[in-house]
């Protein structure tokens, strides 16, 4: 049963890959001017406050200092932890500078000096917030506490990607991009912390 994980994990492998060639072949350039140009018409000071405040939440600092507490609940594995999501952000970065897709040609609300493609607030953010609902369901509380704190991990995730897109640091293809990529890791790792008990 944990070979799943293990094939999951190459199955989101290959629909990155997929994802990644479509996207270069000029696939989703109308998808990306059509979600950016809808979702700008909602920019104003408050909104975009309220975005900056949210992309905060899965920016490197913020997952830094969640990975720090969640050690302090899994002593026996920290080392290991770590690893991992060192790991990810190497990824991350390999993955861009392989790739070296410029940022979105128009006026962002932040300034972001990384490559675009793929997102590195996508991709970490999914595994974290993954990591976290693994986290979570292995707590003693009840099962409602469960889903309701599951929903709210991936509310997290959405609404950071969503950010991005709206800050105007990252096309949509870049987000879907991100998010196969991280979760193509986070089952990878989640395969051998089955096996291993990392």
């Known amino acids: 049963m944990k070979q799943k994980y293990l094939m999951l994990s190459m199955v989101l492998l290959l629909m990155f890959f997929l994802w990644t060639f479509m996207t270069f072949q000029g696939t989703f350039l109308m998808i990306d001017s059509s979600i950016y140009n809808y979702i700008s018409l909602y920019i104003n000071d408050f909104n975009t406050l309220l975005m900056k405040i949210i992309t ?3 920016s490197s600092l913020f997952i830094i200092s969640g990975v720090i507490i969640l050690l302090f609940f899994s002593k026996k594995h920290y080392l290991k932890i770590i690893l991992m999501f060192i790991g990810e952000i190497m990824l991350n970065n390999f993955a861009k500078i392989i790739i070296k897709r410029d940022r979105p040609n128009i006026l962002p609300l932040v300034i972001e000096k990384s490559f675009s493609y793929p997102s590195g607030h996508a991709m970490i953010s999914t595994f ?14 009840s099962k409602n506490k469960k889903i309701l704190l599951s929903f709210i991990c991936l509310l ?14 990252h096309y949509f293809s870049d987000i879907i991009g991100g998010i196969l990529l991280g979760l193509s890791y986070f089952y990878f790792c989640f395969y051998f912390y089955q096996k291993k008990r990392i």
Request: proline letters at 0%.
């Open 156 to 169: 997290f995730i959405f609404l950071i990607c969503f950010s991005r897109i709206y800050l105007g640091v």
């Open 128 to 141: 974290f917030y993954f990591f976290l609902i693994y986290f979570l369901l292995n707590l003693s509380i």
């Open 56 to 58: 905060f939440f899965g």
